[in-house]
Structures are given as structure tokens and as C-alpha cells.
């Protein structure tokens, strides 16, 4: 059951002021959408490659697929053919970076460790902007930037730099450990999640990758964040302790704030994970409001990344959930669930640790899992949600 609670930030706020615009989507909600997993899609991959965990996915204006996948998690006997001797006849480490058509056809593939002098250590997020540009980041110790590219590869602007020094939300010149990106194209502005260090929203000029503004849980300035949240009971930090159901709302996010989607009306939609809720904010930093999702899920928590229905009005989100590994439906007015599908398992259309999901122009659904996953999925829209 979906449970939604209103922060203390909220006081001052009238009821037209929490449901306006988010609730008067012209044309009023449609049904939700039915979604049948693709068990065909997408096709073997070419040059003997395996994926390896999936840590990002996009889908451009063309509708093609792109994944940002981890060649550094693939294991020994997974690269058969790269050992020294073979051990086996497959497979070989593959590109970081696959482009697919709607078919699941690999067109194009560049990237990984190397490929750059500040690759990421543990590649996390991707987002393909309206110029056709990649943008890519990291979530392993030391990522402390993402990396704008040309759709072939080449290096076109980096925000941030590596580095091992702690979290500070103060510092706008790094990231921290960066979870989530996604481009305001008309604005020239890129949304970061940050992060896995961090507990912060950041946006940046995304041409110029001048700093703009940032905030964190229910709009708080950067400089109000602690650099650790407040503690749990055990004596762990939040951002490592399990959330405790039932307890008071966490005024801090915690780690990892995973990921920051923009509405077509203009909001922000920020995956809070470990605390099981998505934040509602403007694009200048101001809380509207907040869902909790499934708040009895522990340890990974239940809002791992989120995506809006595609039709006018989008009036529904659609939450990959990796630790009870299905996609929670929940309409957008008040947060509270519809339906869901998936279920934990390695058949097609289930799921283990789900992670990323991307949509296209026609509503399909497309997701990518980590841990032991290592996989894409394609899911159809079979209605009604058009």
C-alpha cells in the first residue's frame, strides 16, 4: 500500500498550492498502462560480446536504445574467450557504450575503462541530450564528474574531476559519485542526482558547465546539508542504516539520492532510495510535495529510478523498484499505486535488481538490471495509456 505524508516544509502551503498543476492534467487521467515484456528483444549481441551490469539507459529522438553498461562486472567465466589461454569460446569484454535500434540491433558501441583519461571507476547514468550528445557518470570511489560526449564517442565538456576527498555538498566544483543525469534541452541545463557521496540536486550549464543551483531534501540550500545524515538506531549513519517504518520522514536524503526526472510541466522528480520516496520540487529547488512508495522495503530501498508516462499529461510514474524488484504504477496527483507488474525471478519479465529503465516515443519500457541481472528488457505498451 502507497503511503503519502506531507513534510513539515509543507505547513505553510494550501491544498490549491500541493495538487496544482500535478493533478489538473488537461484531458484528466487515462487508465493506466499494460505493458507485455518483449521475450525476443533485444537480439544476440555481435563480436562475441556479453553485457555486463546495466548502469544507465536513454532513449534518444530517433527511439534508439542506449546502454551504459559495466564491462569491469563481468565475470572470468563470462569472458571466456579473453582469458589467457581461452578458457572458453565466448565472450569478449564489451564497449561501455551500445546503441540499439527499436529492433535490438546493436548500430553503434565505443567506450570503457580507458577510452578517456577520467572514465569512470564504476560507470552509473546515462542521458542522450536533443543535439544527440551522451552524457555519462560514475558511482565507484574517486567519481567525482560526468562526461558530456559526441554521439561517436569523442570527449565534448567534463563537470567535475576525480578525486578521493570526502562528501561535501558544499563543493560545486565535483561531484559526488553521481547517480543520475538528464538534460533540460530548452533551458540548456543538466540535472544531476549526486549521489552515492553526496545527498544533493545539482544543475549545471549544459553547455558551458557553469554551476547554476542545487539543493537538497525539501529544498534545503547546499550549505544546510550535513555531511553525514543524522544517525539511525544502531548507531550507523542514515545513509548507511536501513529506514526504519513508521518512523518520521528523513530531512536529510539518503544515499543514494539515484536519480532526478523532469515532468513536461516542469517538475523534478528525485528517487530518494534508501528512504523509500520520491521528492516533488520545481526547477529552481522548491518542495512540493513527496511520495513514499512500498515503505515497509528495507536495505536497497524501493525508488531506484523513475519514469513518466508518456501521454500528454503524464499522469502516471512509473517506479523501478530493484529490491522488491517489480515497476510500481503511481498516479501522479497523489502518489498512490495503481497496479504494478514484474516479479522478482530470471525469466522474461522479471526482474533482479532492476535498476535503470528508459521509455520511447511510442510508451515502451525498457529496463536494465545489475548485481548478477546483467540484463535489458523490453516491455510493450499494450494500453491504455495513450
Known amino acids: 500500500m502507497n503511503i503519502a ?12 498550492t500541493l ?8 484531458g484528466g487521467p487515462t487508465a493506466p498502462p499494460h505493458y507485455i515484456v518483449d521475450p525476443s528483444w533485444p537480439q544476440e549481441l555481435p563480436n562475441n560480446w556479453i553485457m555486463g551490469q546495466v548502469a544507465g539507459l ?15 562486472s563481468s565475470t572470468a567465466d563470462e569472458l571466456g574467450a579473453d582469458q589467457k589461454p581461452p578458457r572458453s569460446q565466448c565472450c569478449i569484454q564489451t564497449p561501455a557504450v551500445l546503441e540499439f535500434d527499436s529492433s535490438g540491433r546493436v548500430l553503434s558501441s565505443w567506450g570503457g575503462p580507458g577510452f578517456v583519461p577520467d572514465w569512470p571507476r564504476s560507470e552509473h547514468a546515462i542521458w542522450v541530450d536533443g543535439q544527440g550528445d551522451v552524457w555519462i557518470g560514475g558511482s565507484g570511489s574517486g567519481d567525482r564528474q560526468i562526461l558530456k560526449f559526441s554521439p561517436s564517442g569523442r570527449l565534448l565538456l567534463e563537470i567535475g574531476h576525480p578525486s578521493d576527498s ?4 558544499q563543493d560545486t566544483t565535483i561531484l559526488g559519485q553521481p547517480a543520475g543525469i538528464q538534460v533540460d ?12 557521496l553526496n545527498n544533493r540536486v545539482v544543475v549545471f550549464d549544459s553547455v558551458t558547465g557553469q554551476f547554476r543551483r542545487g539543493w537538497g531534501a525539501y529544498g534545503i540550500p547546499l550549505d544546510q546539508i550535513a555531511s553525514a545524515a543524522p544517525e539511525r538506531s544502531g548507531g550507523a549513519a542514515a545513509h548507511d542504516a536501513d529506514y526504519v517504518p513508521g518512523s518520521a520522514p528523513d530531512r536529510q536524503f539518503r ?17 530518494d532510495r534508501r528512504n523509500d520516496r520520491i ?14 512508495v512500498h515503505p515497509s522495503t528495507l536495505a536497497n530501498g524501493s525508488v531506484w529510478t523513475v519514469e513518466l508516462s508518456h501521454e500528454r499529461g503524464q499522469h502516471y510514474l512509473l517506479v523501478a523498484d530493484g529490491e522488491d524488484n517489480v515497476i510500481w504504477v503511481l498516479d501522479r496527483s497523489d502518489g498512490h499505486v495503481v497496479t504494478s507488474f514484474g516479479h522478482n525471478g530470471r525469466n522474461a519479465g522479471q526482474f533482479h535488481w532492476v535498476h535503470q529503465t528508459a521509455m520511447d516515443s511510442k510508451g515502451n519500457l525498457y529496463t536494465g538490471e545489475v548485481d548478477t541481472g546483467k540484463r535489458v528488457q523490453k516491455f510493450v505498451l499494450r494500453g491504455p495509456s495513450r
Do not use: M
Open 5 to 16: 505524508r506531507l513534510g513539515p516544509a509543507l505547513a505553510c502551503l494550501s491544498l490549491t
Open 19 to 26: 495538487i496544482s498543476p500535478l493533478a489538473r492534467s488537461a
Open 58 to 72: 536513454a532513449v534518444d529522438r530517433q527511439d534508439h536504445l542506449w546502454v551504459l553498461q559495466r564491462p569491469r
Open 166 to 169: 570526502p562528501a561535501d555538498n
Open 185 to 196: 534541452d530548452a533551458a540548456h541545463e543538466v540535472y544531476v542526482a549526486d549521489g552515492y
Open 255 to 271: 544515499t543514494p539520492v539515484h536519480c532526478a526526472r523532469l515532468s513536461s510541466d516542469g517538475f523534478v522528480y528525485v528517487c
Open 279 to 292: 521528492q516533488v520540487f520545481t526547477k529552481e529547488g522548491r518542495f512540493v510535495k513527496e511520495f513514499f
